[in-house]
């Protein structure tokens, strides 16, 4: 059974970084997307960054420039670098694994929780 952990949310003043960890087990997926969305209160879920198994990554829109999404296949693990964080950046995000169509995806982390305050 596939699990995936994050970590690495907080509290952090607008304008700083943090850096968000995806640690997965249960099987080798370097061979899979691994992406991060994020759902703010009263908000729809969005994709936010994706990173596939060729290297290719992709981004949306309201992060393009200040996220960066990257793996370690050797670690199963895949980050996310958020840099000049606002305070719209308020979310609990989730980390994926294993892109189906339709926007679904077979695994999902728990969440965590990132709060930047102005």
């Known amino acids: 059974q596939v699990q995936l952990v994050e970590s690495g949310g907080g509290l952090v003043q607008a304008g700083g970084s943090l850096r968000l960890s995806c640690a997965a087990s249960?099987?080798?997926?370097?061979?899979?997307?691994m992406a991060w969305h994020r759902q703010a209160p009263g908000k729809q879920r969005e994709l936010i960054a994706t990173?596939?198994?060729?290297?290719?990554?992709d981004y949306g829109g309201s992060v393009k420039g200040r996220f960066t999404i990257s793996r370690d296949n050797a670690k199963n693990t895949v980050y996310l670098q958020m840099d000049s964080l606002k305070p719209e950046d308020t979310a609990v995000y989730y980390c994926?694994?294993?892109?189906?169509?339709?926007?679904?995806?077979?695994?999902w982390g728990q969440g965590t929780q990132v709060t930047v305050s102005s």
């Open positions: 994926t694994a294993g892109k189906l169509g339709g926007g679904r995806w077979s695994y």
């Open positions: 249960g099987r080798d997926l370097s061979a899979n997307a």
């Open positions: 990173a596939f198994s060729g290297g290719i990554t």
